[in-house]
């Protein structure tokens, strides 16, 4: 190992790990393509796009020369008075995309804060308004939005930093999605008897990705729209994960037909290069910040807000998607995943099999030991790491087939091969 990983791994504490046992991370030396190339040579076929954010592949030159370019003009400037033209052209280029009146786009450097800014948006929307009761927000069992305070009290209570932060964290309501009608017509009662202390719903449309890659139909987000209506709550898409063609469309709402009123973005966003998130709100949002009052602004801003460096990444890797058609690229790779690793539902353990678009997931009744599964996955030449119970595959929009087949072929290799 080279001497600064053995430095290193005396002062780096690194995410999600138990650090006395967990096994040593692989010393990473460079990326190309859908490839990551280790310290010792090794290279490894990335199956999960780095946490999902890498659609292109890595290193796109398109990207790395619009940072480049940035760099050399002016790396980052503050949002505080001031605008620049990668922020306001990014702006502009995602009020156009994004699906209905969702025109307001507020930058943030990630999405746990991209969400914090939607909560504390829909919040103060009904302050502005001198509602003062609402302040709770309806979220979802199965759903994840991020490991800061306010962002861990709407995930998942199964996942465990509620039991560990209980007393600490605010309390929401975390209900049964409205997956058919029966349990719309529960959460309907819900909020029959809650609605007037709920500021919004906040959702993952189509795929709740980190609480166990679990799927569920544009129906229920059409419902959940009637729901807010019905009771005049705030909708809110948390397309952190979603969005950016994921899905096979380029937003979950274009394939629910839904609108939210307020939606987060990030991962994607700057194609896996840069930090970087938003938070975008419908003119009906905005509109009940805009008044002559000064306390009725919005108070929140991120020091690199706006950074221009991922401003300018943002802006090339939506040159990527005008100029080649990712979407139909997600949904040729979710076939060839399909007829992959379908034959995985025979296997022992194996719970169920589900695609959509460059989504893949093999859940199985359970995971043993996922480190020592990831540690076989690396033994085959691929980089793939489980999440609770599920074994998926988030490969890059731009993977070649060849690649993909040894992706697939790997997790069919270690499922078969049993004893995990
Ligand atoms: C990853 C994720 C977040 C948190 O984003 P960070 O950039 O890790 O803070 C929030 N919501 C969803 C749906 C996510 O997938």
């Known amino acids: 190992m080279p001497a600064w990983y053995d430095d290193g791994m005396r002062h780096i504490w690194l995410p999600y790990r138990q650090m006395k046992t967990a096994a040593a991370p692989l010393a990473v030396a460079r990326t190309r393509g859908s490839r990551i190339v280790l310290e010792d040579g090794r290279e490894l076929i990335d199956g999960i796009a780095s946490w999902w954010t890498a659609v292109h592949g890595y290193n796109p030159p398109r990207i790395t ?210 930090p970087l998130a938003a938070t975008v709100a419908s003119g009906k949002i905005f509109d009940a910040f805009y008044s002559d009052e000064p306390l009725h602004a919005l108070m929140h801003g991120p020091t690199y807000m706006g950074n221009a460096l ?37 296997l022992p353990g194996v719970k169920d099999v589900r695609v959509r678009g460059g989504i893949a997931v093999v859940e199985l009744a359970r995971i043993e030991n996922r480190e020592a599964l990831c540690q076989r996955f690396v033994a085959e030449g691929v980089w793939i790491r489980p999440l609770r119970n599920v074994v998926y595959l988030t490969p890059a929009l731009t993977i070649s087939e060849a690649e993909l087949a040894v992706l697939t072929g790997a997790v069919r290799k270690v499922l078969e091969s049993g004893t995990i």
Not at 146 to 174: K, N, Q, R, W, Y
Not at 330 to 340: D, P, R, S
């Open 65 to 274: 020369n619009a940072i480049a370019k940035q760099a050399a003009r002016m790396p980052h400037v503050m949002l505080g008075g001031l605008l620049h033209e990668q922020a306001a052209k990014l702006a502009t280029r995602l009020a156009a995309l994004l699906p209905g009146d969702l025109s307001r786009v507020f930058f943030s450097e990630s999405g746990s804060v991209a969400v914090e800014v939607a909560l504390k948006m829909a919040v103060q929307f009904w302050l502005n308004q001198g509602v003062r009761s609402r302040t709770k927000f309806i979220a979802f069992k199965g759903g994840y939005h991020g490991d800061t305070f306010a962002t861990m009290a709407i995930c998942d209570p199964e996942e465990g930093m509620h039991t560990l932060f209980s007393g600490v964290l605010p309390e929401h309501f975390i209900c049964e999605l409205p997956r058919d009608e029966e349990s719309a017509e529960a959460l309907d009662r819900f909020l029959a008897d809650h609605a007037d202390e709920v500021a919004g719903i906040i959702v993952e449309p189509l795929v709740q990705g980190a609480g166990g890659m679990l799927f569920h139909d544009e129906p229920c987000l059409q419902r959940l729209r009637g729901l807010a209506d019905k009771y005049g709550v705030l909708l809110i898409f948390d397309e952190i994960f979603t969005g950016f063609g994921r899905t096979g469309a380029m937003f979950a709402s274009d394939a629910a037909e839904v609108v939210p009123d307020i939606m987060t973005i990030g991962k994607a966003l700057t194609g896996g290069t840069l």
């Open 310 to 346: 991922a401003c300018a990444a943002a802006n090339a890797s939506l040159d990527l998607f005008e100029n080649n058609n990712r979407l139909l690229a997600a949904n040729e790779i979710g076939k060839a995943m399909t007829t992959a690793l379908g034959p995985c539902l025979t």
